[in-house]
């Protein structure tokens, strides 16, 4: 068996400062709010300067934060609506610091590589765009013109459109998303892989067969309103902090939650709301009411025994517990699921899933208190090969409730990019529905693609075995957020070019192509100056709420391009005169683009005027309505079997989860301040028991290694942490340890690699 060792295409070893300290039991507090303007700090932003950037987060006539998709509330005050990790990604894009000509003069693309990712982003700005020729080592300046030129020539010149692929990473306005897959389609081709599906395709396509809409069903007015809220696979404190604020407003008002997840993270178990003098002083509130400690994907064997219970208090008292009515009218399939869990071991459910019964019996008590319960969740349910069967039995749970299309009730998938909903809707998608295809056929009068495209795995074997030749990225860091990075960096330099439209330079663009090009372009907090003067973007939050992105700052450089004007540019040179629409003509004043989105897309009528309300408009949600747009008009209850949970001898169940101080790839610190890390990110979280018996030491370093793909992965020189995590279960940060995800490892039904459940040999270094 060959055996692999890191290369340039991994992040090299830097944790020579690192120190554990005790895990937190409180999110937030006022250390958030030093660390919020320390980050600001960083990047050269003084008081006065963070506070005004800061100010225009998320307000009506400001910039969506870049962070996360979490709705923001109709009552938001000045200075209140951005959390400590927004204020890190609006410090690491307002930098202040620029990439200029003598930079790259400076570093050759492997002297970059040798730097860790936060240094990487620390450098500053891209501010024009870069060449990397055949053979040569360093990126050279080139104009604006020469590379729609060349990018241009790259795509002409392939064989067939297929060849080319499109990535979405999820931060792309509705405005650039709608454009960018319309040239893609006028090209010729759906290969429109998309970041999401590396997160919540899971959650898409089980609640797209279930209840007929793959998004969720809740409003922030139903968080509020809810009795009951469950929080699964979710990490708020970190990944959604302002989520917090909701459910603090949530328990006000009387909702219990249970939080389910095999750590017990900081923001589930408490939380201090920096912004209210009275919580910092009492020291907050506590959030979750119940904390159930499943082992890595023991969720369907919880679900399925919780509902086992809610059968059992339904035979005691008949018609209280089992919304009869709700299943007679809007499902089907409640029979067989009935029939199902009736034959289930539930002590064996139990057993695997690392939970007691009295503990599941105290959870039943909590959700029989009334019928208005959600259910949150996010990677930790989305990224296993059995996701969609999680966000099936996540909806078994809530119809056998009648839970859905009432207020305080529903499914809530927790998105992550703050626009990768919308991208979505406006048509980012490897499979298009018939019906946007039909759509697109009237409006623009050419015949779009019908074949299904690449999704994100099936882009990398098309790269590897030469199917696909081109590489073109549209924000993202496509080669750390995907896994085997061995074998994606294989892909991306098999490619005959790569490009990347991205604001900052990151390790995805010194893995490269034949040809390599990157485009710099606007970042949402600066001022998109058009024809018509000064042009708002729109965004989707997590919550189906469609609003505008105002940018105020000026821009990094002067020479800036927005996304929209990149591809409106590049189609024209791509597609000349067999285009279907005047590109230029529409980015002079981009309510031409809107318009465009409302004849194409449903649900976007009016668009212009009512994107101008202040907070934007809802988009009609069938399953709120109770109407179910599958198949049958109905419902669907399905039947999910347990995963098999059984470990080969001496091996670990794996789970890769982002630090406090990370976005996805982009590495604002090195700090994990809620689990006690400092200063380093080569880490692996371990149940002390397990590391006795395997003879392994707190602070020693060990290696991680698994078998796939024919050769030994190997994650070396990982220090060792113990914490309360259960047994066989340890925990790592992406992107260190992808390596060692396997490519053909993903969620049955939507492809989603597996990066939650990998299973690994832990040894001391050799
Ligand atoms: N600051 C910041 N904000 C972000 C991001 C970021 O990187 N930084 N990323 C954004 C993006 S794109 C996304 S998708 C979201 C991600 O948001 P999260 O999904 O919260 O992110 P992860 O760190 O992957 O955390 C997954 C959580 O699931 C738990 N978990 C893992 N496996 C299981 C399991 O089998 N069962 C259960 N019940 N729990 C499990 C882990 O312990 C962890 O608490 O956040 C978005 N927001
Ligand atoms: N092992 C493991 N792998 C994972 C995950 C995991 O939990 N575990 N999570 C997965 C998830 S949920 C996701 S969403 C993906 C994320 O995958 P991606 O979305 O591809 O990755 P990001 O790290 O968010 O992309 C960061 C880069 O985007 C560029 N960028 C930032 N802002 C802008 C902008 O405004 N415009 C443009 N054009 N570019 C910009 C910058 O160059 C930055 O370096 O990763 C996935 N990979
Ligand atoms: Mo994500």
Redesign the pocket.
């Known amino acids: 068996m060959t055996s692999h060792r890191p290369s340039s295409a991994e992040p090299p070893e830097t944790d020579d400062h690192l120190r554990i300290e005790a895990p937190q039991k409180k999110a937030a507090g006022l250390a958030s709010v030093r660390s919020s303007f320390a980050h600001m700090r960083l990047h050269g932003h003084g008081l006065p300067s963070a506070i005004r950037i800061l100010g225009q987060m998320n307000q009506v006539d400001g910039f969506d934060c870049?962070g996360c998709a979490w709705p923001d509330p109709d009552d938001r005050a000045a200075m209140t609506e951005f959390c400590e990790n927004g204020a890190k990604a609006a410090a690491w894009?307002t930098t202040r610091r620029r990439l200029d000509a003598s930079f790259f003069e400076r570093y050759s693309i492997d002297e970059l590589a040798n730097r860790s990712d936060y240094w990487l982003g620390l450098q500053g700005r891209l501010t024009e765009p870069l060449l990397l020729r055949p053979g040569s080592r360093f990126y050279e300046p080139i104009s604006w013109d020469e590379a729609f030129k060349r990018v241009a020539e790259g795509l002409k010149a392939l064989d067939s459109p297929d060849e080319a692929v499109f990535y979405t990473?999820?931060?792309?306005s509705n405005e650039a998303a709608f454009l960018y897959q319309l040239f893609v389609r006028a090209f010729g081709t759906n290969n429109l892989p998309d970041?999401s599906n590396?997160?919540h395709e899971s959650s898409g396509v089980g609640l797209g067969e279930t209840v007929g809409i793959g998004k969720g069903s809740v409003t922030l007015d139903d968080i509020h309103e809810a009795d009951t809220i469950i929080v699964m696979g979710q990490n708020p404190g970190t990944n959604h902090p302002r989520m917090l604020t909701a459910l603090q407003k949530a328990k006000k008002n009387g909702a219990q939650i249970i939080a389910i997840n095999p750590l017990p993270e900081a923001g589930l178990m408490g939380f201090v709301n920096p912004k209210s003098p009275a919580q910092v002083l009492s020291g907050g509130t506590q959030v979750a009411d119940l904390f159930l400690q499943v082992q890595i994907n023991g969720d369907v064997a919880l679900l399925k025994a919780l509902m086992c219970l809610l059968l059992e208090e339904e035979a005691k008292r008949p018609g209280e517990v089992v919304d009869e009515d709700f299943i007679g009218l809007f499902t089907e399939g409640f029979a067989e699921l009935r029939a199902h869990l009736e034959a289930q071991d539930v002590d064996a459910l139990l057993e695997s899933a690392g939970i007691t019964r009295a503990q599941v019996e105290q959870a039943v008590d909590i959700i029989l208190r009334s019928r208005k319960t959600i259910v949150c969740w996010a990677?930790g349910l989305t990224?296993h090969r059995n996701g969609v069967g999680n966000v099936r039995e996540i909806v078994n749970f809530l119809l056998m409730r009648g839970s859905i299309g009432m207020p305080g009730a529903g499914t809530c998938p927790v998105r992550?990019?703050s626009n990768?909903q919308g991208d979505r809707t406006m048509g980012i998608h490897d499979r298009p529905s018939e019906a946007l295809l039909d759509r697109i056929q009237e409006v623009f009068g050419f015949d779009p693609p019908r074949k299904p495209g690449f999704n994100t795995v099936e882009a990398i074997h098309a790269m590897l075995d030469g199917r696909a030749k081109l590489f073109f990225a549209?924000?993202?860091?496509?080669l750390?957020?995907?896994?085997d990075t061995e074998r994606t960096a294989h892909a991306l330099q098999k490619c005959k070019m790569t490009v990347h439209?991205?604001?900052?330079l990151?390790r995805g663009h010194l893995i490269h192509g034949n040809w390599s090009i990157i485009l710099p372009?606007l970042?949402?907090s600066e001022v998109d100056e058009q024809a018509y003067g000064p042009q708002f973007v729109t965004v989707e939050n997590s919550m189906g709420v469609v609003h505008s992105s105002h940018g105020h700052l000026s821009p990094a450089d002067p020479k800036l391009y927005s996304?929209s004007s990149i591809v409106a540019w590049l189609a024209e040179q791509v597609l000349g005169p067999e285009t279907p629409v005047s590109w230029c003509w529409l980015i002079e004043n981009y309510d031409r683009i809107r318009d465009l989105i409302e004849q194409t897309i449903r649900g976007f009528e009016d668009f212009n005027a009512r994107v101008r309300k202040p907070g934007g408009f809802h988009l009609y949600n069938s399953a709120r309505e109770r109407r179910f747009d599958t198949k049958s008009g109905k419902a669907k209850f399905t039947i999910n079997p347990a995963p098999d949970l059984a470990l080969p001898d001496g091996c670990f169940r794996m789970m890769?989860?982002?630090t406090h101080d990370q976005?996805?790839?982009?590495v604002y610190g090195n700090d994990d301040r809620y689990r006690g890390v400092r200063g380093g990110r080569r880490v692996v979280f371990m149940n002390e028991a397990d590391m006795q018996q395997a003879g392994i030491a707190a602070g020693s370093k060990v290696d991680i290694t698994n078998d796939f793909g024919g050769a030994r992965r190997i994650a070396p020189r990982f220090t060792v942490v113990p914490y309360p995590i259960p047994s066989r279960c340890v925990a790592t940060y992406?992107?260190e340890?992808?390596v060692l995800?396997p490519l053909n490892r993903f969620a049955e039904g939507s492809f989603t690699?597996a990066?939650k459940d990998v299973t690994v040999r832990v040894a001391p270094s050799t």
Request: glycine share 8%.
């Open positions: 870049p894009e990473s999820g931060r792309t970041c590396m997160c990677m990224q992550g990019h990768v549209m924000g993202g860091n496509f750390q957020a995907t896994p439209v991205s604001t900052k990151n372009c970042a949402r996304e890769t989860v982002r976005y996805n790839t982009t992406f992107p340890a992808n995800v690699p990066s």
